[in-house]
T-cell receptor, first 117, second 115 residues
Framework: AQKVTQAQTEISVVEKEDVTLDCVYETRDTTYYLFWYKQPPSGELVFLIRRNSFDEQNEISGRYSWNFQKSTSSFNFTITASQVVDSAVYFC??????????????FGTGTRLQVTL | NAGVTQTPKFQVLKTGQSMTLQCAQDMNHNSMYWYRQDPGMGLRLIYYSASEGTTDKGEVPNGYNVSRLNKREFSLRLESAAPSQTSVYFCASNNPFPSSGNTIYFGEGSWLTVV
């Protein structure tokens, strides 16, 4: 069975600090997909990134970066120079891979990030 | 630019009442999903429809039924609402072909309270 663990329930930082959100996953599949979603206070789920299991390259998008390490089954998310607008709940999720089948996501329990001035 | 649209956004039900949550997507996606979000538990899959004409149970299907009305629409029905079904419900969709890892897009959520 698949499992996603986000051990950090809540993190508080002061604006401009860097912060890393941890995600550890378990799966028996050799091919799988990992996602990060952001849920701001308004409640919608915003897609941030998708990574497949064959692509271990780190990715940077503006102030966001992701570190995927298959050796430790981790897919960590770093926000550089955090801003108040980054305050949200962040979810890591895992999807099995099979051609033509539905993408059933397994979510972690989320990390609530609070950025203060 | 609608994406995934859910209605209603807010609903209060009495125990035992029934209701249907509606979901429609305009992205021509084959697969649609219903998740529920509860505090401290992340999102859990209730039902999904891999393609038009098919539906399957997810992790927490008890107390729910679904209908894939056509390619665009996927409804979730609570036949006899219980307080344990108080939750935020999210509809989602994607096109998994050629792999199931294609990005899933979510609706804005429906806040349901059962008293």
């Amino acid at each position: 069975a698949q499992k996603v663990t986000q051990a950090q329930t809540e993190i508080s930082v002061v604006e401009k600090e860097d912060v890393t959100l941890d995600c550890v996953y378990e799966t028996r599949d050799t091919t799988y997909y990992l996602f990060w979603y952001k849920q701001p206070p308004s409640g919608e789920l915003v897609f941030l990134i998708r990574r497949n299991s064959f692509d271990e390259q780190n990715e940077i998008s503006g102030r966001y970066s992701w570190n995927f390490q298959k050796s430790t089954s981790s897919f960590n998310f770093t926000i550089t120079a955090s801003q108040v607008v980054d305050s949200a709940v962040y979810f890591c999720a895992l999807s099995e891979s099979a051609v033509g089948t539905a993408s059933k996501l397994t979510f972690g329990t989320g990390t609530r990030l609070q950025v203060t001035l | 630019n609608a994406g995934v649209t859910q209605t209603p956004k807010f609903q209060v039900l009495k125990t035992g009442q029934s209701m249907t949550l509606q979901c429609a997507q305009d992205m021509n996606h084959n697969s649609m999903y219903w998740y529920r979000q509860d505090p401290g538990m992340g999102l859990r899959l209730i039902y999904y429809s891999a393609s038009e004409g098919t539906t399957d149970k997810g992790e927490v299907p008890n107390g729910y039924n679904v209908s894939r009305l056509n390619k665009r629409e996927f409804s979730l029905r609570l036949e006899s609402a219980a307080p344990s079904q108080t939750s935020v419900y999210f509809c989602a969709s994607n096109n998994p072909f050629p792999s199931s890892g294609n990005t899933i897009y979510f609706g804005e959520g429906s806040w349901l309270t059962v008293v």
